[in-house]
T-cell receptor, first 112, second 113 residues
Framework: GNSVTQMEGPVTLSEEAFLTINCTYT??????LFWYVQYPGEGLQLLLK?????DKGSNKGFEATYRKETTSFHLEKGSVQVSDSAVYFC???????????FGTGTKLQVIP | GAGVSQSPSNKVTEKGKDVELRCDPI?????LYWYRQSLGQGLEFLIY????????KSGLPSDRFSAERTGGSVSTLTIQRTQQEDSAVYLC???????????FGPGTRLTVL
């Protein structure tokens, strides 16, 4: 079956540091890949997505590239801000199957 | 515009009682999803609806869990004879058609004492 593995948190960084949150997946076919973000006290919201190999999703300074050869979709940001403190979830949806499979989430804390 | 809404936001109940959780999807969204988020766990898929029908109920953890959707809109997730392990945040999401981004509600935090 489908599965998503992401690095465990919490991750604590200083403001303006470089961020990488690793995500690897197992799926049948050619999945679509997502990063969702959950800010404190808020619901999940889509941060970025990629639907085919070598696609790069980007939003709010965050980027992730769909790497089929390594089955990875690592999230990166060059310079984090305190406002980026949240829980980040990697997820996939495979083919016509509508269930989205999520990773366990990585909590990011950015300190001034 | 209005997003996905869920009620109640918090529910505390005693073991063995039944609970109903409600989800109001974004108007016009035909697909609706229920997930469960337990402490230290990822999001666990429970069930999804396309219109009023549920093609995939594979994630329901036991026969104590059921869900329905009426009028292609509001959905209710019912948990009968609640157990302490049912304590979690129950999230609802919707999207306008299959395959699009899912829009999540704020969740219902269920605590079973």
């Amino acid at each position: 079956g489908n599965s998503v593995t992401q690095m465990e948190g919490p991750v604590t960084l200083s403001e303006e540091a470089f961020l990488t949150i690793n995500c690897t997946y197992t799926a049948t076919g050619y999945p679509s890949l997502f990063w969702y973000v959950q800010y404190p006290g808020e619901g999940l919201q889509l941060l970025l997505k990629a639907t085919k190999a070598d696609d790069k999703g980007s939003n709010k300074g965050f980027e992730a590239t769909y790497r089929k050869e390594t089955t990875s979709f690592h999230l990166e940001k060059g310079s984090v801000q305190v406002s980026d403190s949240a829980v980040y979830f990697c997820a996939l949806r495979s083919g016509g199957y509508q269930k989205v499979t999520f990773g366990t989430g990585t909590k990011l804390q950015v300190i001034p | 515009g209005a997003g996905v809404s869920q009620s109640p936001s918090n529910k505390v109940t005693e073991k063995g009682k039944d609970v109903e959780l409600r989800c109001d999807p974004i108007s016009g969204h035909t697909a609706l999803y229920w997930y469960r988020q337990s402490l230290g766990q990822g999001l666990e898929f429970l069930i999804y609806f396309q219109g009023n029908s549920a093609p995939d109920k594979s994630g329901l953890p036991s026969d104590r869990f059921s869900a329905e959707r009426t009028g292609g809109s509001v959905s209710t997730l019912t948990i009968q004879r609640t157990q302490q392990e049912d304590s979690a945040v129950y999230l609802c999401a919707s999207n306008p058609r299959l395959g699009d981004e899912q829009f999540f509600g704020p969740g219902t935090r269920l605590t079973v004492l």
